[in-house]
């Protein structure tokens, strides 16, 4: 005859540890360095956008001919 035993709290209604203040600070370090990600992309798609649109500019202008 065999008796199993099951540790105590190992059961699938065990509730799971609140999240520490390390914890915490790992997943605002982790969101702030996201956003940071974000902010530095979005500054480099501004700077090519404007840089594009002075080109095209330059390049419409060339392409026109007075009218006399």
Known sequence: MST???P??????TPKASPSAFDDKL????SSKVIADYMRQTAK???I?????????E?????QRPQN
Do not use: F, H, M, R
């Open 4 to 6: 199993t035993v099951t």
């Open 8 to 13: 105590a709290g190992s059961g699938a209604n």
């Open 27 to 30: 997943n605002i370090a982790k």
């Open 45 to 47: 798609s501004a700077q």
């Open 49 to 57: 956008t404007e840089i594009s649109t002075a080109k095209k500019a």
């Open 59 to 63: 390049l419409d202008s060339t392409k």
